[in-house]
């Protein structure tokens, strides 16, 4: 149990369409992650957020956006929903963000599938 | 860009140790971690090697050498539990991770 927890759990959602996910850190970790990841690869990164400040971003397009809230929690938004956008998405909180020594703690996931 | 190279997958019987290597390619380096994740779970922490060396944890075990941009992962006395995906990576990019089966 790490104290981050994702929902929902499952989504299921039309191509074109709006999607938000969220996520709940643990508390006190400044720094929350997102990631995508698709079956048998490894997480890529999308983007981090410190202190709501964006901090960071993978080579995902704009239509992936987020949000983090001074409560531990962040969302992650997805516009304009294309069929290989259907993956598990994680997020991961930590002390400190990016290049520091830090232990990311993962939440369960959302798989999120796109017809 | 930043990039890291494992193996796509390793089996091995009970009781056995495996090796996981690990090469990377970053701008910018702080440190290689390691993560297991089983089918269906999340990644969880296993350990984290900010400097070169062996670092213990139980029975697993990585190393690091930085003017190699090299790592491994060693898992001792293998345990059905432990068949999963393992993950290096230079945070916030990730390995393509590396499947272990375990057999009895």
């Known amino acids: 149990e790490t104290g981050v927890t994702q929902s929902p759990t499952h989504l299921i959602k039309t191509r074109g369409q709006q999607v938000t996910l969220r996520c709940s850190s643990q508390?006190?970790?400044?720094?929350v992650s997102w990631y995508q990841q698709a079956l048998g690869q490894g997480p890529q990164f999308i983007f981090q957020?410190?202190?709501?400040?964006?901090?960071g971003r993978g080579n995902f397009p704009p239509r992936f956006s987020g949000l983090q809230f001074p409560n531990y929690s962040s969302e992650l938004n997805v516009n304009a929903l294309e069929l290989d956008d259907s993956a598990l998405y994680l997020c991961?909180?930590?002390?400190?963000?990016?290049?520091?020594?830090?232990?990311?703690?993962f939440g369960q996931g959302t798989r999120l599938t796109v017809v | 860009g930043q990039s890291l190279e494992q193996p796509s997958e390793v089996t091995a019987v009970e009781g056995a140790i495996v090796q996981i290597n690990c090469t990377y390619q970053?701008?910018?380096?702080?440190?290689l971690s390691w993560y297991q994740q089983h089918d269906g779970g999340a990644p969880t922490f296993l350990s984290y090697?900010?400097?070169?060396g062996l670092e213990e944890t139980g029975r697993f075990s990585s190393f690091l050498s930085r003017s190699d941009s090299y790592g491994y992962l060693l898992l001792q006395e293998l345990q059905m539990k432990d068949s999963a995906s393992y993950f290096c990576?230079?945070?916030?990019?990730f390995g393509g991770g590396t499947r272990v089966l375990v057999k009895p």
């Open positions: 508390s006190g970790h400044n720094t």
């Open positions: 957020y410190y202190r709501e400040e964006e901090n």
């Open positions: 970053t701008s910018g380096f702080y440190g």
């Open positions: 990576a230079v945070e916030p990019t």
């Open positions: 090697n900010g400097l070169d």
């Open positions: 991961a909180s930590s002390l400190y963000s990016i290049g520091r020594d830090t232990e990311a703690f």
